[in-house]
């Protein structure tokens, strides 16, 4: 597609229900990583994929994130047992496999935690 | 803390000035890039810069990098009121495989 896509772009879920989100990166991009943002704060990295390698996992705050994505295209970003500190807006982001562009970002999902 | 930090945390001007913003980071970069994020959701690209370089430029956006003292200035020209946004560093640290975001500077540009 021409960007990144995410959904749902708004999540309003009850303590303890499992969310899943779904990013959907530009096509021929190799890299794809997701990003949390907490209000008024920055971006925390959560995890990242490039092609077929191993993920980078260093970033998920804890064994109820999971991140799944088949070889290049989407990728899904599962909290089981949401808690209200995973209250965010979720990022994804893809980039070509060159290191010297950018990252296209998508408009995120925000998920609330009630 | 790998995250770099910018300055100032918030700043307000007048449409047709100039805004500038700083960035400070404490490790070994391969570059550094600079983003805008409106109303709270997806990051825009502006620009990149490289270790090696100095200085760039694009359009009315002008970016410094000195890695001896490991700083990045943005500077808008004749700033816009769309150009209300929040501002992020970002550095592509050597043997890292993110890029580490700063804290940001919220700019508003007043009409």
């Known amino acids: 597609g021409a960007g990144v896509s995410q959904s749902p772009s708004n999540k309003v879920t009850e303590k303890g229900k499992d969310v899943e989100l779904r990013c959907d990166p530009i096509s021929g991009h190799t890299a794809l990583y997701w990003y949390r943002q907490r209000l008024g704060q920055g971006l925390e990295f959560l995890i990242y994929?490039?092609?077929?390698?191993?993920?980078?996992k260093s970033g998920l705050p804890s064994d109820r994130f999971s991140a799944e994505r088949t070889g290049e295209s989407v990728s899904t970003l599962t909290i089981q047992r949401t808690q209200q500190e995973d209250s965010a807006v979720y990022l994804c982001?893809?980039?070509?496999?060159?290191?010297?562009?950018?990252?296209?970002f998508g408009s995120g999902t925000r998920l609330t935690v009630v | 803390s790998q995250q770099g930090e910018e300055d100032p945390q918030a700043l307000s001007i007048q449409e047709g000035e100039n805004a500038t913003m700083n960035c400070s980071y404490k490790t070994s970069i391969n570059n550094l890039q600079w983003y805008r994020q409106n109303s709270g959701r997806g990051l825009v690209h502006l620009i990149l810069?490289?270790?090696?370089?100095r200085e760039k430029h694009s359009g009315r956006l002008r970016v410094t990098l000195d890695t001896s003292k490991k700083s990045s200035s943005l500077l808008i020209t004749a700033s816009r009121a769309a150009d209300t946004a929040s501002y992020f560093c970002a550095t592509d640290q050597t043997g890292a495989n993110n890029l580490f975001f700063g804290t940001g500077t919220r700019l508003t540009v007043i009409p």
């Open positions: 994929f490039q092609g077929n390698s191993a993920p980078d």
């Open positions: 982001a893809s980039r070509t496999g060159a290191r010297s562009y950018g990252y296209t």
């Open positions: 810069i490289r270790s090696n370089e």
